[in-house]
């Protein structure tokens, strides 16, 4: 998110909160895009929301949070499916707040299966008479809430039209007195406490390591003759239709952009890899089902084997975006050296996209905002006199001069982190065990890791556009650095030719040259130099990765840049090979950056391929994708498409309704997407299909 918008509309957002028609505007606003991203029709969706204006419910911001919770979900409309798994949404009914939400996170779904409601009940019961009163009543009332929900699914359950009835009361009956016993009871708990999680206005929500947490009740059904492994499969593919349900609803920036990512696979701690029929399952019933989401990401190592890289790259070849990749080898050892316990780092999870966290133990918040490598050096080019510019007499007088200008851009960040302030969340409080140690909350540094993460993007526009300036300034003085400003400032009119030498620049960000690779890392050193001293109100650090969402919105608060982006052009994206050769070349290039101390918050290398380039070199891929684990990339995601594929459905959408590109770090369906990300993408193909190579 800006910094500019945390610090101006953030504020009148929470001063909104406070009042009973600031609230319901703020719905308004909300239900507005939702509606119109559910209809695809301005007018449809006006009409839908002014005809369910009653039904829009805020709960009293009083009450304490646990009250609240009883209060909306007491208000929740039930709607009860005829067959397959329960899951069921009420857009109209929300949770009031005064400050910033925690979300973006994993809970420990691994506590709902081990755990009744009466066991938490039980728990908090025994700490009352301790001193924090405030914390132990609040998770108390949201039980007690949780509960009264329950049972009236129970009795919807009972008046529905099922031929399952007795099965799915005795599943809900068993949250609240039992540990989950089966696989099938086990899905269902999980896509309770999601839809209670979303419900209460949580955002972003992932699943976890589904395939490990739920590893044990599967094969104690198999091994008991409960369950086949073929049922197992058609429960797995429900189980993520149900998650993709109320799709519009749950995206947040962009259609697609839930955070729902399913985590399999791993490393584990005496070396081992870890996968089980699971792991294998949920690629499947992804690849079969073509959904945009829940996405999946596959944590790889050197010893994971050869056919399960067969079946990611297969179901990569489908265009659905899943998985992506991330390699254990690099990610662990990287979150070790931070700070996290051996175990926490063995067992991460990620964030919406890729960020990875600590699963059921911090705060984590990986997405807090975004830093533009950019903006600093535009910054010196835009606002400094022609004589302090010509004054810059050499590269290492710019260089330090960017510095001084990216530490105060970090400066300006760090004064907008520090006056967070989050809600209370009673719900997260729950399955973060430190929290119910201390009895704090998570919002007031209860948890055992309090880190805030931020994005990052244009590293490659800045880098080229630092390396451009060496070269034609001070190397080849082709131009004083005034004169090649001067273009810049005039957005490279009348400079075709010199803007082509700019763009395909033969050193360039991405390329195995030792040059550009220490200029990347000095400028990322830099940054990590303002954020490693840094300890927030609850002692936790700040991280940071080389990979954001806003390569578009950000770009277009940003003039022309000397890597030959003219004036609001988006960034480049990721770690991208739209400029290089050949996609071992980006490997060993992303191998070599510097991931070190609190530049592990996400860094991901993204692939354009045509389907037919892998479908004719599947073997050679996947002895690619092997490699490049073994090289040491940290993480790696595919879009594959084509660009007369894209072209066709920008210019008729209606023949490609199902078409699924990869965006961020989620997936999406085509023709939800903006006209600039449509275009980019286009871009991008055109531009990798130039370049395929191995």
């Given at each position: 998110?800006?910094?500019?918008?945390?610090?101006?509309?953030?504020?009148?957002?929470?001063?909104?909160?406070?009042?009973?028609?600031?609230?319901?505007?703020?719905?308004?606003?909300?239900?507005?895009?939702?509606?119109?991203?559910?209809?695809?029709?301005?007018?449809?969706?006006?009409?839908?929301?002014?005809?369910?204006?009653?039904?829009?419910?805020?709960?009293?911001?009083?009450?304490?949070?646990?009250?609240?919770?009883?209060?909306?979900?007491?208000?929740?409309?039930?709607?009860?499916?005829?067959?397959?798994?329960?899951?069921?949404?009420?857009?109209?009914?929300?949770?009031s707040y005064n400050n910033t939400k925690i979300e973006n996170i994993s809970i420990d779904y691994s506590k709902a299966l081990n755990n009744s409601l009466?066991?938490?009940?039980?728990?908090?019961?025994?700490?009352?008479?301790?001193?924090?009163?405030?914390?132990?009543?609040?998770?108390?009332?949201?039980?007690?809430?949780?509960?009264?929900?329950?049972?009236?699914?129970?009795?919807?359950?009972?008046?529905?039209?099922?031929?399952?009835?007795?099965?799915?009361?005795?599943?809900?009956?068993?949250?609240?007195?039992?540990?989950?016993?089966?696989?099938?009871?086990?899905?269902?708990?999980?896509?309770?406490?999601?839809?209670?999680?979303?419900?209460?206005?949580?955002?972003?929500?992932?699943?976890?390591?589904?395939?490990?947490?739920?590893?044990?009740?599967?094969?104690?059904?198999?091994?008991?003759?409960?369950?086949?492994?073929?049922?197992?499969?058609?429960?797995?593919?429900?189980?993520?239709?149900?998650?993709?349900?109320?799709?519009?609803?749950?995206?947040?920036?962009?259609?697609?952009?839930?955070?729902?990512?399913?985590?399999?696979?791993?490393?584990?701690?005496?070396?081992?890899?870890?996968?089980?029929?699971?792991?294998?399952?949920?690629?499947?019933?992804?690849?079969?089902?073509?959904?945009?989401?829940?996405?999946?990401?596959?944590?790889?190592?050197?010893?994971?084997?050869?056919?399960?890289?067969?079946?990611?790259?297969?179901?990569?070849?489908?265009?659905?975006?899943?998985?992506?990749?991330?390699?254990?080898?690099?990610?662990?050892?990287?979150?070790?050296?931070?700070?996290?316990?051996?175990?926490?780092?063995?067992?991460?999870?990620?964030?919406?996209?890729?960020?990875?966290?600590?699963?059921?133990?911090?705060?984590?918040?990986?997405?807090?905002?975004?830093?533009?490598?950019?903006?600093?050096?535009?910054?010196?080019?835009?606002?400094?006199?022609?004589?302090?510019?010509?004054?810059?007499?050499?590269?290492?007088?710019?260089?330090?001069?960017?510095?001084?200008?990216?530490?105060?851009?970090?400066?300006?960040?760090?004064?907008?982190?520090?006056?967070?302030?989050?809600?209370?969340?009673?719900?997260?409080?729950?399955?973060?065990?430190?929290?119910?140690?201390?009895?704090?909350?998570?919002?007031?540094?209860?948890?055992?890791?309090?880190?805030?993460?931020?994005?990052?993007?244009?590293?490659?526009?800045?880098?080229?556009?630092?390396?451009?300036?060496?070269?034609?300034?001070?190397?080849?003085?082709?131009?004083?650095?005034?004169?090649?400003?001067?273009?810049?400032?005039?957005?490279?009119?009348?400079?075709?030719?010199?803007?082509?030498?700019?763009?395909?620049?033969?050193?360039?960000?991405?390329?195995?040259?030792?040059?550009?690779?220490?200029?990347?890392?000095?400028?990322?050193?830099?940054?990590?130099?303002?954020?490693?001293?840094?300890?927030?109100?609850?002692?936790?650090?700040?991280?940071?990765?080389?990979?954001?969402?806003?390569?578009?919105?950000?770009?277009?608060?940003?003039?022309?840049?000397?890597?030959?982006?003219?004036?609001?052009?988006?960034?480049?994206?990721?770690?991208?090979?739209?400029?290089?050769?050949?996609?071992?070349?980006?490997?060993?290039?992303?191998?070599?950056?510097?991931?070190?101390?609190?530049?592990?918050?996400?860094?991901?290398?993204?692939?354009?391929?045509?389907?037919?380039?892998?479908?004719?070199?599947?073997?050679?891929?996947?002895?690619?994708?092997?490699?490049?684990?073994?090289?040491?990339?940290?993480?790696?995601?595919?879009?594959?498409?084509?660009?007369?594929?894209?072209?066709?459905?920008?210019?008729?959408?209606?023949?490609?309704?199902?078409?699924?590109?990869?965006?961020?770090?989620?997936?999406?369906?085509?023709?939800?997407?903006?006209?600039?990300?449509?275009?980019?993408?286009?871009?991008?193909?055109?531009?990798?299909?130039?370049?395929?190579?191995?």
């Amino acid at each position: 998110m800006n910094i500019y918008f945390k610090k101006i509309a953030v504020p009148i957002f929470n001063k909104a909160q406070k009042s009973n028609l600031g609230r319901k505007s703020i719905n308004i606003a909300f239900l507005t895009r939702k509606f119109i991203w559910r209809f695809n029709n301005t007018s449809t969706a006006g009409i839908y929301l002014v005809k369910n204006m009653h039904k829009i419910f805020n709960t009293n911001p009083k009450l304490n949070y646990g009250s609240q919770i009883k209060e909306l979900l007491d208000k929740v409309n039930i709607n009860i499916a005829d067959d397959d798994f329960i899951f069921f949404l009420d857009e109209f009914k929300n949770l009031s707040y005064n400050n910033t939400k925690i979300e973006n996170i994993s809970i420990d779904y691994s506590k709902a299966l081990n755990n009744s409601l009466h066991d938490f009940k039980e728990f908090y019961s025994q700490k009352k008479a301790n001193k924090n009163i405030d914390f132990i009543q609040d998770q108390l009332d949201m039980l007690e809430g949780t509960e009264l929900f329950i049972l009236k699914i129970i009795d919807a359950i009972k008046s529905s039209n099922r031929q399952d009835k007795d099965k799915y009361i005795s599943f809900f009956e068993n949250i609240i007195n039992k540990k989950a016993t089966h696989f099938e009871e086990a899905l269902q708990r999980i896509l309770f406490f999601n839809q209670v999680l979303w419900q209460t206005g949580h955002l972003l929500n992932g699943l976890g390591r589904l395939d490990k947490i739920l590893n044990d009740l599967y094969y104690e059904d198999i091994n008991n003759n409960f369950l086949t492994k073929e049922e197992a499969f058609n429960l797995i593919k429900n189980f993520i239709k149900s998650l993709h349900s109320y799709y519009w609803y749950k995206s947040n920036a962009l259609m697609g952009d839930t955070g729902q990512v399913i985590i399999l696979g791993g490393k584990e701690t005496d070396g081992t890899y870890f996968s089980n029929d699971l792991t294998y399952l949920f690629i499947e019933a992804i690849k079969e089902l073509q959904l945009p989401d829940p996405k999946a990401l596959l944590r790889v190592s050197k010893d994971t084997s050869r056919d399960l890289i067969e079946l990611s790259l297969k179901t990569m070849n489908t265009g659905c975006g899943s998985p992506l990749l991330s390699n254990d080898d690099i990610v662990i050892n990287k979150m070790i050296e931070f700070g996290y316990d051996t175990e926490d780092a063995y067992n991460y999870v990620v964030s919406a996209c890729w960020e990875p966290s600590a699963v059921g133990k911090g705060i984590e918040q990986n997405n807090l905002n975004f830093f533009t490598f950019l903006k600093p050096l535009n910054n010196i080019f835009d606002n400094e006199s022609e004589e302090f510019i010509n004054s810059i007499n050499d590269f290492d007088k710019l260089f330090e001069t960017y510095k001084t200008y990216l530490k105060n851009e970090a400066n300006n960040l760090i004064g907008i982190l520090d006056g967070l302030e989050f809600n209370t969340d009673p719900i997260l409080s729950m399955f973060i065990e430190n929290c119910n140690a201390n009895q704090l909350d998570i919002s007031n540094g209860g948890a055992k890791y309090n880190h805030y993460g931020i994005t990052t993007v244009s590293l490659a526009n800045t880098v080229n556009s630092l390396y451009n300036i060496k070269q034609f300034v001070f190397e080849d003085k082709r131009f004083s650095l005034a004169e090649f400003n001067k273009m810049r400032k005039n957005n490279f009119i009348d400079c075709d030719d010199l803007l082509e030498q700019l763009k395909n620049n033969p050193k360039h960000f991405g390329c195995d040259d030792e040059e550009i690779i220490s200029l990347t890392n000095e400028i990322i050193d830099s940054l990590e130099n303002c954020f490693k001293d840094y300890r927030n109100k609850f002692g936790g650090q700040i991280k940071f990765g080389l990979s954001a969402p806003s390569y578009i919105s950000a770009g277009e608060e940003i003039s022309a840049s000397f890597d030959g982006r003219k004036n609001r052009e988006p960034f480049s994206t990721h770690i991208s090979a739209d400029l290089n050769k050949d996609y071992t070349e980006l490997m060993r290039f992303a191998s070599k950056i510097d991931y070190d101390g609190c530049k592990f918050n996400g860094n991901v290398v993204d692939l354009m391929v045509s389907p037919n380039f892998i479908k004719n070199n599947f073997e050679k891929f996947a002895d690619y994708i092997q490699l490049s684990i073994k090289l040491g990339f940290y993480q790696m995601q595919m879009n594959v498409i084509d660009s007369k594929t894209l072209i066709e459905a920008k210019a008729h959408p209606e023949l490609h309704t199902n078409l699924i590109v990869r965006v961020w770090g989620f997936s999406s369906y085509f023709n939800d997407l903006p006209l600039s990300y449509k275009d980019l993408l286009i871009e991008r193909a055109i531009k990798n299909e130039r370049n395929l190579a191995f």
